[in-house]
């Protein structure tokens, strides 16, 4: 079956330098969510998109803005980077339409290193 | 806000039952699941529970006890590839469907 997609799967930068994380999600899958995690942490909401539209907003800097396209892969953009941006980023989807039963499932992660 | 809890480490035998505890406290109720999550990879989805008692898939099985703020993951026959952080999310409410993560249970599976 098919599953999220990431890319890039390993991503360095400088700090103060830019990124641009990508999410493709399982077909038919109508939203899509953003999770930081950091170094043994658990993973950290920042941001959902329900049929192209921000749906919820959690813990996003205000450096970093996403989006969900029409075909609904996603983008998260960073700006200004920091070190302590370095952590993995997920992307999970979902489909609305499955009811109270909604299931996120993950991408395999963009491990991004802050230098 | 949201608290979770649940132990952070736990040691079992291949081939015994372990049992992960997680406690929650969150503004709205809707939905709990369970996530295998192996060292630098993606959470795997295990289960989730939205009305009490217990579902069981295979050789896991969890509970969910709302008015206790209690659920648990139980595994049998334990494998070495079981060997993984274990996270209690919670979904908030049915106006947020983002998830709230515990900080994962680190459960080490021995021969």
């Known amino acids: 079956a098919a599953g999220v997609i990431q890319s890039p799967r390993h991503l360095i930068k400088e700090k103060r330098e830019t990124a641009t994380l990508k999410c493709y999600p399982i077909?038919?899958?109508?939203?899509v969510y953003w999770y930081q995690q950091g170094p043994g942490q658990d993973p950290q909401f920042l941001i959902s998109?329900?049929?192209?539209?921000?749906?919820d907003k959690g813990s996003i800097p205000d450096r970093f803005s996403a989006q969900q396209f029409s075909d609904y892969h996603s983008e998260l953009n960073m700006s200004s980077l920091e070190l302590g941006d370095s952590a993995l980023y997920f992307c999970?989807?979902?489909?609305?339409?499955?009811?109270?039963?909604?299931?996120?499932?993950f991408g395999p992660g963009t491990r991004l290193l802050v230098l | 806000g949201q608290n979770i809890d649940q132990p952070t480490e736990m040691t079992a035998t291949e081939g015994a039952i372990v049992q992960i505890n997680c406690t929650y406290q969150?503004?709205?109720?809707?939905?709990l699941f369970w996530y295998q999550q192996h060292a630098g990879e993606a959470p795997t989805f295990l289960s989730y529970?939205?009305?009490?008692g217990l579902e069981e898939k295979g050789r896991f099985s969890s509970f969910l006890s709302r008015s206790k703020g209690y659920s648990y993951l139980l595994l049998k026959e334990l494998q070495m590839k079981d060997s993984a952080s274990y996270l209690c999310?919670?979904?908030?409410?049915?106006?947020?469907?983002?998830?709230?993560f515990g900080s994962g249970t680190r459960l080490q599976v021995q021969p």
């Open positions: 999970a989807s979902s489909s609305f339409t499955s009811g109270g039963k909604e299931t996120q499932y």
């Open positions: 077909p038919r899958h109508d939203t």
């Open positions: 998109f329900y049929e192209k539209m921000q749906s």
């Open positions: 969150t503004s709205g109720f809707n939905g």
């Open positions: 529970n939205v009305l009490d």
């Open positions: 999310a919670v979904r908030g409410s049915t106006g947020r469907r983002a998830l709230t």
